[in-house]
């Protein structure tokens, strides 16, 4: 079945570092891609999404590319800040909502 | 606009007592449901789904129950809480639309003891 695979954390950063955080998927058909942000003690907010090949979802500075050649939606951000710290989860739609194990990100001041 | 209602925001429950949790959804008409559950440490696990009033679909069998009494209201129940029920609960909603995100709720901390 689907599913969806993502770096494990967690992951520490100094702030104005790059962040990256590695996805990829197993799909059958062509699901839509998202990333979704958790703050400690709330839900899931969605991030960004892409909805087919070649797309590029970005949003407050995060960015990730749909790549079907290499089955893969890894998020980046230039600059992050201590804001940032989070839960991030990768996700595939395709017949329902598929999600990654998630990474904690941590921004040190 | 819309906004998606989880409460409790926690609760603290003795094992074998009956669990609910309840999840309302206002400004959509006919959305998508979802119940999912949060351990510590892990991803995200679905246990239902629903597409409309008494549709419910379980992903994984266990002591957890789901019922859809009206449109816009989704209930995660239990007869006898296990201490393996502990964790992050969590209720979204979509569009119909197909490959639709989710929206969720701030979710329930459930500790049972």
């Known amino acids: 079945g689907d599913s969806v695979t993502q770096m494990e954390g967690p992951v520490t950063l100094s702030e104005e570092a790059f962040l990256t955080i590695n996805c990829t998927y197993t799909a059958t058909g062509y699901p839509s891609l998202f990333w979704y942000v958790q703050y400690p003690g709330e839900g899931l907010q969605l991030l960004l999404k892409a909805t087919k090949a070649d797309d590029k979802g970005s949003n407050k500075g995060f960015e990730a590319t749909y790549r079907k050649e290499t089955t893969s939606f890894h998020l980046e951000k230039g600059s992050v800040q201590v804001s940032d710290s989070a839960v991030y989860f990768c996700a595939l739609s395709d017949q329902g909502m598929r999600f990654g194990a998630g990474t904690r990100l941590t921004v040190k001041p | 606009s819309q906004t998606i209602h989880q409460w409790p925001a926690t609760l603290v429950q003795p094992v074998g007592s009956p669990l609910s949790l309840e999840c309302t959804v206002e400004g959509t008409s006919n959305p998508n449901l979802y119940w999912y559950r949060q351990a510590a440490g892990r991803g995200l696990q679905l246990l239902f789904y629903?597409?409309?009033?008494?549709?419910i679909s379980s992903e994984v069998p266990q002591n957890l129950s789901a019922s859809r009494p009206q449109d816009r209201q989704f209930i995660l129940s239990s007869k006898k809480l296990l201490l393996s029920d502990s964790g992050f609960y969590l209720c979204?909603?979509?569009?119909?639309?197909?490959?639709?995100?989710?929206?969720f709720g701030n979710g329930t901390r459930l500790t049972v003891t």
């Open positions: 629903s597409v409309g009033i008494g549709q």
């Open positions: 979204a909603w979509s569009v119909v639309q197909a490959n639709s995100p989710l929206h």
